[in-house]
């Protein structure tokens, strides 16, 4: 008698508990896949599930809208101090249609400012930079040479023989007086405890974004600050695919790393300059305003440039409606690079689409990593996929591959921080700068095509002639396509 009771005491909290999984599910809006994945793990699983549940699939909802919060408390001393920029919107989207009418694309133009309130900027020196070996001795002399402010934001911070230089640049920089701030990702940083204290014992502020190690902040596990920027005296700007390591002078297991950055002098610092403010006022509560970290433009070369953010507590999934709108927008060439090929399901038909219309679709990646291959081998489901609507696929095969470009009709670019994959587009917090000059697509079209000199084309009939075991498991792996 008392084991019955107990059994239907049982059931019936089971019961209450798969409708409390369904209603909270259904009442979170996802795709109905997601909706019946998720719910398939809570009730399979319902301790683990949950566990999972609480690392791996809360959304936007998990989060607090911190930069929302910060861009409330903190915008109207941001928009006093980059005003200059509000009045001058108009101005340079008519220069744009008169004197780079190739690169007049008034919908990404609309896009950008209204999914991630990026306003446009236009007297800026852009240099795209490639490789460490480019991006490094500039970034160290901006640094030494600092007379106001410097401030970085890195997922990437090791230390290393390089990172070493940099804490010295800074720390020598800090005792004569310059305003130092470093920002890095807690599951990258990977400085020692002595190398963190001679910046702070200096009069460096350095601190970790996203601390999930906090208890409070166990949720948050799953979300990374996968951006790299730095902004010297609110007058030079960087962004791009390098973090701070050695590993991108000398990887191991590869023979180089490839990769690409930007550096920029004029107005599109600023807009690094505010994003950076952002992101340390969701970390410290710190308020860094004033005119003095936005110097003036010298330059008067008409270069324009907006600078994309997104991030899992942003409204619009920016970066990823980005990328989706520049595919749909190519109407003769695409080149599009990244190390990972995860797409969503938009941005894989935008793509499929793009190719069958019949734009030259072409598409690079790297074939491996130097540890873990799970990412590489589910992204050969996907290469299908678009190889059979006609785009051409290639792997890069000199070196690890780790750019993150896409560039539309040698017309506009863009050069950042986010990959082409799932993560990027709702997991991570990234920047990626938007460039509407043919000079420098064409620029990134010749290092397209200088880098598919160590490619080899990735078809769909050498992938057939693979075991049927190996392309299995190449489709289990797509299954963890969401948190790749």
Known sequence: MMFDLLLNIGYVLLAIYIISVAIFLISENRTPQSTFAWLLILVALP????LIYLFLGRGSHAFSQETQLAKQEIGNDLMRDTGRLKDRQQEYIDRIEQEKPASFYRKILNLVSENSSSALT??????ILQDATMKYPRLLADIKAAQSSVHLNYYIWTEDEFTLQIKEALIERA??????????????????KQYLQDLTDSGVEIHPYLEYRAL?????INYRSHRKIAVIDGKIGYVGGLNLDVEQIKPPAFDRWRDTHLRMIGEAAWALQASFIVSWFNTTGQKVTGQKYFSVVETK??????????????QWKAIRQLYFLMIMSA???????????????????ALKATALAGVDVQLMFTPRGSTYQIPYRAAHTYFKDVVKAGAKVYLYEAGYFHPKTLNIDNSVISIGTANMDIRSFSLNYETCAVVYDEGKAKELEAQFFEDLKHCRQWTLEEYNSYSATHRFVDSVYRLTSPVL
Do not use: W
């Open 216 to 220: 409070g902040k166990l949720h948050t």
């Open 47 to 50: 301790v683990v599930g949950l």
């Open 122 to 127: 236009g007297y800026n020196d852009v240099e």
């Open 301 to 314: 070369n008409f270069m324009p440039v907006q600078i994309i953010q997104s991030g899992p507590d942003s």
């Open 175 to 192: 005792k004569a007086g310059v305003e130092v701030r470093c920002l890095y990702d807690q599951s990258g940083g990977m400085m020692s």
């Open 331 to 349: 109407e003769k060439k695409l080149y599009m690079q990244s190390p990972f090929f995860i797409p969503d399901e938009s941005i894989l038909e």
